[in-house]
C-alpha cells in the first residue's frame, strides 16, 4: 500500500517542519522552459505565493490534483500538503493511490493536518521558510478570513526569502485581495478516450480547464483547456480549439516545462518583491 508521511501538527509546528530536512533529499531545480512557454507568461513564477481556486466545490479534487501537477512538472519537490484535520474528515483523506496514478512518489509528499484556521496559516509559514522543500500547498475550505493580504503577504514574502514556492488552494471561497503573483480558476475538464484496441475505449488522461484570473503587472483572462501527462510530467493540450475571447485568448497549452521549482537558487528570476509592489 502506497502511502505519504503524516504529521499531526498541534503546539510546535515549527519542530514538525524541522522534520523535513531529515526526509526531504534533494530537491530538483528545473529551467523555464522553451521561449514564448505560455505558462511562462503568464507569469507563473517560481519562489512566489500563487493561488488556485476550484471554479466549484465539486472541483476540490481538480484543484488541487491541478497544484500538485505543478509541483512535479516543475520538480518541485518534496511539497508539504497542509489541511485542517475538519476538512479531511469531511472531504476524507487524500487517496494514496490516485497520487500515484498522477506520479506523485509516496516518499516527496509530506501531509500535515492542523486542528484550525489559525494552525493552518502557522504550518504554512513556517514550512514556507523552509529551503528543504520544493511547494508547499495549503488546502483551505469555505471563507478562510484568515488568509487576508496581511497573511498572504507574509506567505509571499518567506516564499522570495526561502525560494520555496507556495500554492494556496481555495476551495468553496470566492476571490479576495491578496499579495499573490497569480491567481488561477481550475474545472474538471472531460478527458479524451483512449482506444484500448478489443476491449473498448478507457478513460483518459486527467484534464483540467484552467484560466488565468489575475496577474501581478500582467494582463490575466488567459485560458487552456489540458490534460495531465505523467509519463512526461508536461500538460499537454486537451484539443485545439482556443478558449476565451478578445486580446487574451490563447490556444490550448502546448506541453513544455512550467517556471516553478524548488530550492534557494529558484529565486533568481523571480518577479519583484512584494516589498517594492506594496
Known sequence: ???????????APAARIAQLRRVAGATVVVGDGPPGDAWRTAGMARAQLHEVYAVTPDDAA?????????????????????????????????????LAELGLPPESLVLVL?????????????????????????????????????????????????????????????????A????????????????????????????????CLRRRGGPAGTRWRVEWNRETRCFDPLDPVTLGSGAGAQPALAGAGLSLAGGGAAARDAPASVRRTG
Open 1 to 11: 500500500m502506497i502511502e505519504s508521511t503524516v504529521l499531526l501538527a498541534e503546539t
Open 62 to 98: 481538480a484543484a488541487t490534483g491541478f497544484a500538485l501537477a505543478l509541483a512535479l512538472a516543475a520538480g518541485a519537490l518534496p511539497t508539504l500538503w497542509v489541511r485542517i484535520e475538519h476538512d479531511e474528515r469531511g472531504a476524507g483523506r487524500p487517496y494514496a493511490a490516485g
Open 114 to 178: 492542523v486542528p484550525d484556521e489559525p494552525a493552518l496559516l502557522r504550518v504554512a509559514a513556517d514550512a514556507a521558510r523552509c529551503p528543504g522543500l520544493g511547494l508547499v500547498l495549503v488546502e483551505s475550505r469555505g471563507r478562510a478570513a484568515g488568509l487576508d493580504l496581511t497573511a498572504t503577504r507574509r506567505l509571499m514574502l518567506a516564499a522570495e526569502a526561502s525560494g520555496v514556492t507556495v500554492l494556496s488552494v481555495r476551495i468553496g471561497a470566492e476571490p479576495v485581495p491578496s
Open 180 to 211: 499573490a503573483a497569480t491567481r488561477w480558476g481550475v474545472a474538471a475538464a472531460a478527458s479524451q478516450l483512449l482506444t484500448a484496441g478489443a476491449g473498448g475505449d478507457v478513460p483518459g488522461l486527467p484534464a483540467f480547464d484552467v484560466e
